[in-house]
């Protein structure tokens, strides 16, 4: 069965600090990948998408992705965050063959101090 | 354009009680889903249609979960009788084509339902 495990529950930076944060799935096949955010009080919305060719892919707010096909992860990562930045982060995967539904994992809180 | 709608925002309930969630998906979208998320994880997949077909049901507690898309538009969340564990926040999402599964998934704000 597919899972998706996201290793850290809540992170706590501060202001231009450097993120990472790391996602790894499991499944036998061929995969997208996609990372949500949920600001507070706010809808999940699509911060980036991995489906195919360049595995650093690159999404709004200057968040990236990438994709290591060989240790099954899609980590986040932005070079200095801002306090705007304070969400609650998803990793999702479906698979390419299916109906398409998500699996998400439990969710990354990002706390960031002014 | 218009996003995912869902009602209500807010429902209270006592267990063994009936409530229904309301969701209009963005125009056109052909694909609407149904997830549960209980207070810290990740939502998780309760059905999916595809026009007023059901796609996928396998994680519905069909004991007491219903839904329905009767003219593959607006789709209706139905649980009878309520239970506890079932506080959670409700999303409803929708995209345009299965043809392509790496097509966005768009989120409506959820309704927030807490059983007593």
């Known amino acids: 069965a597919q899972s998706v495990s996201q290793h850290n529950h809540h992170v706590i930076l501060s202001e231009a600090a450097s993120l990472e944060l790391g996602c790894n799935y499991s499944?036998?096949?061929?995969?997208?990948l996609f990372w949500y955010v949920q600001y507070p009080g706010q809808h999940l919305q699509l911060l980036l998408k991995?489906?195919?060719?360049?595995?650093l892919v690159k999404g709004i707010k200057g968040f990236e992705a990438e994709f290591i096909k060989s240790k099954f992860s899609f980590n986040l990562r932005k070079p200095s965050v801002q306090w705007s930045d304070t969400a609650e982060y998803f990793c999702?995967?479906?698979?390419?063959?299916?109906?398409?539904?998500?699996?998400f994992g439990q969710g990354t809180e990002l706390s960031v101090k002014p | 354009e218009a996003g995912v709608a869902q009602s209500p925002r807010y429902k209270i309930i006592e267990k063994r009680q009936s409530v229904a969630f309301w969701c209009n998906p963005i125009?056109?979208?052909?694909?609407l889903y149904w997830y549960q998320q209980i207070l810290g994880q990740g939502p998780k997949l309760l059905i999916q249609?595809?026009?007023?077909?059901?796609?996928?049901d396998s994680q519905l507690p069909k004991d007491r979960f219903s839904a329905e898309r009767l003219k593959g538009v607006d789709s209706t969340l139905k649980i009878q009788p309520a239970k506890l564990e079932d506080s959670a926040v409700y999303l409803c999402?929708?995209?345009?084509?299965?043809?392509?599964?790496?097509?966005?998934?768009?989120f409506g704000p959820g309704t927030r339902l807490t059983v007593t």
């Open positions: 999402a929708s995209t345009s084509s299965l043809r392509d599964r790496g097509l966005e998934q768009y």
């Open positions: 499944y036998g096949g061929t995969v997208n």
């Open positions: 991995y489906f195919s060719g360049d595995p």
């Open positions: 999702a995967v479906n698979a390419r063959v299916g109906g398409g539904k998500l699996i």
């Open positions: 125009s056109g979208h052909a694909t």
């Open positions: 249609f595809q026009n007023n077909g059901v796609v996928d």
